[in-house]
């Protein structure tokens, strides 16, 4: 049945196949079951209430993907939006329940957009070059947070980063990355998750993890943050910016994913265009919805879907079986808890090692196509933000062609994307604008 409903043997690809893809996805992001619920509750939430929300959001959304979508996609509350949900609330601009329901208002405003074909409309726009320089850049992005969770690379106050100590847990790591790379080379699958295993395995026997001391743990009381979000509170027009901003943010950050995983996943047709696209933009954004009203921060579609693909996912089974752990890691936290970043975190280099093959498809001697996809690769990286690098990058795409006298050139959809773009980049400084022109004036 699972043959004939996700066509397996027409996208090459078995039960077996799906299944160590849908379990590598889930190890390489199970961090958010512990990350999430410790950014959102300086917010005041109930942390415990946050951990089992976070995995039941994160199930739904992403079995949800699995069955109507047919795609390897595992969706979760997003990075970097759930920081800026925080940030709403520690900075005295509104409670959490407000904040929630400024939440449910930006994935309101995400599906119109959706339902209107805007979305996929922006997606088809954006030139070939730019969506191989999408996947590369976010290559780069994975791969840096790969060796930062692994501690070779460190912050440093003179040169911003610099090269980590051989630690013993870096060590570790490295066992890990050597085992994964191994069974690359040998073209054998399951490579990932093995080297998963086998670091936090050794971990445990050198005594640098300690095993939790009951296996089953049950966190169900999710009422004291569960449909509580203030809708009528944050339709207030000093709560539209915000709004718009977790909007443009969870928009980028989508798009990014989706254009980046779909293709690395073959999911595109003979016209490169991304099949399902309005089906999984339009789920993103009700797993918004739906996540504000049980209690969390903005969801997204999760780049981290990529090690999955690398493993052989190619359909809706691999999200089933991702999905199908997050309901698990209920009952299982403490054991999901002892797997450390640095077992997981060789998995996001070796991912971002994949995507960097999109390289090859970038015209650099084209300084039209050069230099915008250069920006876009370099500024998802060091911006440490996929939503600002597009921004960036789209932008400098649009002036070049207008300097070039070949604004014909550019699409209807990606005006809108450049202004979009501009808007997202000076929303969140436009009261500091605003503040100035007043001094000034």
């Known amino acids: 049945m699972a043959d004939k ?55 739904v959304a992403t079995l949800i993907v699995g069955i109507f979508a047919k795609a390897p996609i595992a969706m979760a509350p997003g990075m970097g939006l759930n920081a800026f949900f925080a940030y709403l609330v520690t900075s005295g601009k509104m409670d959490w329940q ?36 999408i996947a590369v850049g976010i290559g780069l992005f994975i791969t840096f947070i ?17 090269a980590g100590p051989l630690t013993p847990t ?69 709560f539209f910016g915000s709004i718009f901003t977790l909007m443009f943010m969870d928009m980028f950050d989508s798009v990014g994913t989706l254009v980046a995983c779909c293709h690395q996943a073959n999911m595109v047709d003979e016209k490169g265009k991304i099949k399902g696209l309005d089906r999984l933009l339009g789920i993103d954004a009700v797993a918004t919805m739906i996540g ?13 879907s990529a090690s999955g693909i690398e493993q052989g996912g190619r359909r809706g089974l691999t999200s089933i079986v991702t999905g199908v752990l997050f309901l698990l890691a209920l009952l299982f936290v403490p054991i999901v808890g002892i797997v450390p970043e640095y077992a997981t975190a060789p998995a996001l280099i070796m991912v971002g090692l994949f995507m960097m093959k999109e390289i090859k498809r970038i015209d650099f001697t084209n300084l039209e196509e050069a230099f915008p996809a250069f920006i876009i690769m370099v500024m998802i990286a060091l911006s440490y933000s996929i939503s600002t690098g597009l921004a960036f990058g789209f932008i400098s795409f649009t002036l070049i062609k207008i300097i070039s006298g070949r604004a014909r050139d550019i699409k209807a959809a990606m005006w809108i994307v450049a202004a979009l773009s501009m808007l997202f980049l000076t929303l969140d400084r436009l009261g500091a604008i605003i503040e100035c022109l007043k001094t000034v004036f």
């Not at 329901?101 to 954006?126: D, N, P, Q």
């Not at 504000?292 to 981290?304: F, R």
Request: hydrophobic share 55%.
């Open 98 to 133: 407000t904040a929630l329901g400024v939440v449910f208002l930006s994935g309101c405003l995400f599906l119109i957009l959706t339902l209107l074909g805007l979305r996929r409309r922006i997606v088809e726009a954006i030139p070939a070059s730019l969506i191989s320089a």
């Open 292 to 304: 504000a009203v049980l209690g969390t921060s903005t969801t997204t579609s999760y780049i981290e």
């Open 170 to 238: 870096v060590l570790i790591g490295l066992f890990g990355l050597l085992v994964m790379i191994f069974f690359e080379m040998k073209k054998m699958s399951g490579g990932l998750v093995i080297g998963i295993l086998a670091s936090t395995a050794l971990a445990a026997v050198l005594k640098k993890i300690e095993l939790p001391e009951q296996f089953i743990s049950l966190h169900l009381n999710i009422w004291t943050i569960s449909f509580r979000l203030n809708i009528l509170g944050a339709l207030r027009w000093g």
């Open 146 to 162: 790969g060796l930062t969770k692994l501690g070779i690379v460190v912050s440093d106050e003179h040169t911003l980063v610099k």
């Open 5 to 59: 409903y996700f066509e397996l043997r027409e996208k090459q690809t078995s039960v077996k196949i799906e299944f160590v893809a849908g379990v590598t996805t889930f190890l390489t992001m199970a961090y958010i079951i512990f990350v999430n619920p410790l950014i959102l509750s300086s917010a005041g939430m109930d942390r415990n209430a946050l951990i089992a929300v976070t995995c039941i959001v994160s199930a």
